[in-house]
């Protein structure tokens, strides 16, 4: 078998494959798209109960098992418009602007968001004065 052979078996077997991936991807786009309606439609008019942002946990390093782990609580029900960080042994207010701005491109990423029923009374922050 030449060499020119086997190149034009390669790119033959390299265009299937890439439109049966194209094809797939397509396919699971769409399954998304179906699934995010689906999923809005099941929760479509259920306003009765209201939850609030609790906490926000963070991590900062370039993968999972390497970096720094830190989070923000809502001083509830006490204050719920100050936020406190957690960050090991230190406890600050920390401005609701630095929580929620924007970290794209940043090593720091919130990865857990804790919900509570609003008005539930279940939340009560652990605090110590910064």
Known sequence: MEMEDISSDVSIYVE??????ERELAALRQEVANLKLELED?????????YELTSVFIHRGSTPSWGHYFFYARNLPDNPDQWFKYNDSNVS???KDDI???TTGSTANPYL???ARKGSGVVHTVNRQP
């Open 16 to 21: 299937t494959e890439a439109m049966y991936l």
């Open 100 to 102: 929620f701005a924007d």
């Open 93 to 95: 207010i920390a401005q």
């Open 113 to 115: 968001l804790v919900y």
């Open 42 to 50: 099941v929760w479509k008019g259920e306003q009765l109960v209201e």
